[in-house]
C-alpha cells in the first residue's frame, strides 16, 4: 500500500522507466524534475488534448473493473489524436486518488493504462498526484484523472472538423452502439460481464482508430474527421457546424454493433470511432487500417430553417426527420 | 447560469478568442477541434508540467476567492517553468465543475485565471470540462482543476534540479514563508485577509519567477534549480537528491517574510520562489529580475550516515542538525 505521494510517483516512475527502452526519442527529460521537456519532431506539428476520466461520471467502481478504467482513461486522449490523424508521442497523467484505491485498484488502474500506452507507443512523460478530497467528514472520496496527450502530424496535414464542403459523403468507422450496449449489460450484471472475451469489449477496453486516422491523414482521403466519443448526433452535429453545413444520415446505412439498437447507434458515445467525410469522387476503401468502413450519409448546404438541428435521418421509408443531438453532455444531468 | 457543457465551452472560447489577439504565434488551432496544433519554436525544447488544484486539498471554498483559486492555479504550472528557466506559451485547463459553481464562482475563477494568463503571456489552447460527480445523493461535490503548462527553451539550456556540484552556494529568490503565514491569518479570519492590498497577497495572489528563471538559464548562471512549491526542507531535499549531494543551510541567512516564522520559512510550502545553485565563484546579483536574492547555505558531498536526511540547518549557535523535509506532501494526512 503506497502511502506517500514521494513513494507513490517512485512506483508510477519506476514502472515508466521500464517501459522507456520501447518509447520514442521525443521525450528527453521524463518525471522527475519540474517539467518534463520533449524535443519536437522536425518539419512536425503537435497535436494536443486532455481529457478528464471521473468516477460517477464515466466509470463506476462496481461496474468498471480497474484496468478498464485506466485503459479507458488513456484511449480518450488516443481517439482524439486518432480523429487528426496524428501520432501518439507522449502522455502526461494527473490523478486524484482516494486512499483507499492507493493500492491495488491504482495499481489496475496502471496496469490497463500502462498495457495501452506499450501498445499505442506512448511514452509517460510526468503528471501529478494528489489525496483525493472528501466534501464531509463521512463522505466518500472520488477517483479523477486527466490524460494528457501529445502527438504530432506533418505541419498543415493533421484532419480538421471543418473542412467538409456541401455532397461530401460521411464515413465511419467500425461499428457504432457497441459501447453502450455493452454498458447496458454491465449495468444489468457487472460480474458476467467482466468474463466476457476481452476482444469482445467496446465499452470496456475501446480501440482508438489510430491507424485508420494515419492513413486518412497520409492519403489526403478526408476533407473532415472527428471521434466519435459523444454519440454520432453530437459528433456529426458538431462537424456540421466546424464545416458551417448541414448532414442528413440514411438509417439502413448505419452498421449496428451486435447487440445494439438503433438509439444506441445515434446517441450512444463512447464508441470511439472515426466519423469523416470525404469528396463523392474519392475512393474511400472498403476497410482502412483493418478496420471496416461504411458510407452512412452526405453534407448538405445550411438549411434557411432556424433552430433546426443540423442533422437529418432518412428513414427506411424515405421519410426525412430531424436528429437532435442526444449524445453524451454534461450539465444536463444525463451523467 | 451556464447550464451545458456545450455553452460553458463557448462562453470559456469567446473569452480566449479575445485574449488571443495579443497570444503568442505558436498556438495555430485553439479550443474547438478535437486536438490543438502547435507549431514548436525552432531551436527550443517544449517543457510542460501539469498540477492539479482540488477543493479542500488547495484551497477552501469559504477561504480563497474564487478569482485567487483561478490565479493559483495557472501559477502552480508557471512556477515549474520558472523553475526550468523556460517561458511560457501555451496552457490547457480541465475542469470539473459542481453545477452550483458554474455560474458566478466560475466567472470569478476564471476572471483571475485569464488575468494571471494575459499577465505572463499564456494562451489557453483547450481543455475538458465535465461536470463534478457527487460520492453521494446528499453529498456536495467538490471543484478540481488540472492544469497543463506548455513553454519552451533553447534547445540543452533549461535549468534541471541535478547540476550542482560540492561546494556550489544554496539561493533563494525573495522571501520565505510568506504563503504559510497568510494562510494563518486566512484561517483566522478570511473577510478580513480579502481586504488587504493586494499586492501583499502570497498566499493569494503568488508571483511566478519567471523573468528571475529565464535570466538565470540564459546567463547560465545557476547550476540547478526548483521552485518553491512544497516547502524548503522538501524541495532543497529533492535538488539534494537529484544531484547526489546534500546542503546546508544557514538559519540566520533566511530571508524572513513578514509574519512569518521560521518553521513558515522551512516547512510552508507555496511560497513559488526559486531555490537555486551557482559556482563559488560565480558573481550573482544583488537583485534579479526585480527580486532581491539571498545566499542561504552551501551544497556538500553526500554523508555516509544512512537515513539521515540530506539537508542540515546551522543554528545561530554553530550547532549543525538535520532538517527532516517537511513540507507538503499528501497521502500523510496534512492536506
Aim: charged residues 25%; aromatic residues 4%.
Amino acid at each position: 500500500m503506497k502511502t506517500t505521494e514521494g513513494e507513490l510517483i517512485r512506483a508510477i516512475r519506476e514502472r515508466v522507466t521500464r517501459q522507456r527502452a520501447h518509447g520514442d526519442r521525443i521525450v528527453r527529460l521524463g518525471i522527475g524534475d519540474d517539467c518534463a521537456i520533449l524535443r519536437p519532431p522536425r518539419g512536425r506539428e503537435l497535436t494536443v488534448t486532455t481529457d478528464l476520466t471521473l468516477e460517477n461520471v464515466h466509470f463506476r467502481r462496481d461496474w468498471h473493473p480497474a484496468q478498464s478504467v485506466g485503459h479507458r482513461c488513456l484511449v480518450r486522449g488516443l481517439s482524439d489524436l486518432a480523429a487528426m490523424g496524428a501520432r501518439p508521442d507522449a502522455a502526461f497523467l494527473s490523478l486524484s486518488i482516494p486512499r483507499e484505491l492507493a493500492g491495488r485498484w491504482l495499481n489496475g488502474f496502471l496496469d490497463g493504462w500502462m498495457l495501452a500506452a506499450k501498445r499505442y507507443g506512448v511514452v509517460l512523460a510526468g503528471g501529478d498526484t494528489a489525496e483525493a478530497p472528501r466534501a464531509a467528514k463521512a463522505g466518500r472520496a472520488l477517483f479523477a484523472a486527466d490524460v494528457i496527450l501529445i502527438g504530432s502530424a506533418p505541419a498543415g496535414k493533421a484532419l480538421r472538423r471543418g473542412g467538409a464542403s456541401a455532397g461530401d459523403l460521411v464515413y465511419v468507422t467500425g461499428e457504432l452502439g457497441g459501447a453502450a450496449a455493452e454498458l447496458r449489460s454491465l449495468a444489468r450484471n457487472p460480474a458476467v460481464d467482466r468474463k466476457r472475451d476481452l476482444k469482445r469489449h467496446p465499452h470496456l477496453y475501446p480501440e482508438p482508430r489510430l491507424q485508420a486516422g494515419a492513413r486518412l491523414m497520409a492519403r489526403a482521403l478526408a476533407t473532415a474527421a472527428i471521434d466519435l466519443s459523444d454519440g454520432l448526433s453530437t459528433d456529426l452535429a458538431h462537424l456540421c457546424q466546424a464545416s458551417g453545413l448541414r448532414a442528413e444520415i440514411d438509417v439502413s446505412a448505419l452498421p449496428l454493433a451486435q447487440g445494439a439498437a438503433l438509439d444506441d447507434a445515434l446517441h450512444g458515445g463512447e464508441d470511439y470511432e472515426l466519423l469523416f467525410t470525404a469528396r463523392p469522387g474519392t475512393r474511400i476503401p472498403a476497410t482502412i487500417g483493418g478496420i471496416p468502413v461504411h458510407a452512412i450519409g452526405r453534407m448538405r448546404n445550411r438549411s434557411r430553417e432556424k433552430n433546426r438541428p443540423p442533422v437529418d435521418l432518412c428513414t427506411r421509408e424515405g421519410a426525412r426527420v430531424p436528429l437532435p443531438p442526444g449524445g453524451w453532455e454534461h450539465f444536463r444531468g444525463r451523467a
